[in-house]
């Protein structure tokens, strides 16, 4: 396979922010902060490269989550559990992670392949799986997209969360993006 080469990345949070940023709200999602995390750190890696939408050429979106939306996932269960009210529609339509992606290719105008990935080995807090480099190396080598944007997303559990810790686990959400294309 082809090298990568790295067009732009971004990161939530930013390490300049020292813990004071707010992830902003997403229209159309609600209960959970996994969306507007997807959604901003692609905004930022696509404002590097291009400025103001739209993105110019054929991008793709990769989305890599080991935990995926632990949020929407509890609030969907607690509601189906809770049969004097009814189910939010609106936490289905979020539960699906492919929902984020088409909101960020909407506003972008990326017409590239859209896909959604589990890692087989979670990668350390603020890195890229390499299972989702390998892939975007394949949509670019079968001519699927010019470019890839490659996003890696973890949402805090916050039932687990220790103030202290440097391994991901201080209840913090994290994602990396990077767009990539071929070297």
Known sequence: MTALR????????????RGSEQLPPLPGFSASSFNPLVAETAERCLRARHGAAPAPG????????????LATARAI??????????MPPLLFFQSNPNAVLGHIAARWGLTGPVVAICPSQPPPPGRVPQDALDLAELLLADGDAEQVLVIAAEQADRTDADPDSTDGTDGTDRAVALLVTTA
């Open 6 to 17: 790295i067009l732009a990345e971004a990161s939530w949070p930013d390490p300049e922010a």
């Open 58 to 69: 054929r991008t793709a979106l990769l989305l890599a989550s080991a935990s995926g939306d």
């Open 77 to 86: 269960e607690e509601a189906a559990a809770d049969t004097a009210r009814r």
